[in-house]
C-alpha cells in the first residue's frame, strides 16, 4: 500500500490550507509558500496532484474559467497528524506505542509541568478505557 499521510513537503501545502478559510488556487498555494521552501512552482504543482491522489484534497471547478481549480483540505489537521503518528508508530517501534512514548520522553526536554498534563492524559485513557 502507497504512503496515504502527506510527506514532508507536502505538510507545507497542507498548512497553507488548513491556515487558509475556503478553497484556494494553486496560484495562491504557490503564493503562500513564497519564502517558506525552496521547491519550484513546478514541483508545488505535482505536490498538489499527489495530494489529490492520497485523498488529502479535494477541490471543484471554477465557475468561470474550467481551468482554474480551487482546493481545500479534504482532511482536518488533526486527523493527518493521527495517521502520520500511527505509522511512525508502526514503521519505526513496532506498533509499540508505549516505546514510542517511552522514547519520546527520554529524549525531549519536557518541563515538571508538561509531565503533570501527560499523566493527565494517561489517567484519563485509563478511565475512558475502563
Not at 37 to 56: C, D, H
Not at 89 to 117: K, T
Amino acid at each position: 500500500m502507497g504512503e496515504t499521510t502527506p510527506s514532508e513537503n507536502e505538510w507545507l501545502v497542507m498548512e497553507i490550507l488548513w491556515a487558509h478559510e475556503g478553497a484556494m488556487t494553486a496560484s495562491e498555494i504557490i503564493e503562500g509558500l513564497a519564502g517558506k521552501t525552496e521547491v519550484s512552482q513546478k514541483t508545488i504543482r505535482v505536490m498538489i496532484n499527489r495530494l489529490l491522489a492520497k485523498g488529502m484534497l479535494a477541490y471543484t471547478v471554477d465557475e468561470k474559467d474550467a481551468r482554474i481549480y480551487h482546493y481545500r483540505a479534504a482532511r482536518t489537521k488533526e486527523e493527518c497528524l493521527r495517521l502520520k503518528s500511527r505509522r511512525f508508530v508502526s514503521n519505526y517501534f513496532g506498533g509499540n506505542a508505549s516505546l514510542a512514548v517511552a522514547s519520546f520522553l527520554q529524549s525531549a526536554d519536557i518541563s515538571r509541568e508538561q509531565l503533570e498534563d501527560l499523566s493527565s492524559l494517561v489517567e484519563s485513557m485509563k478511565d475512558s478505557r475502563d
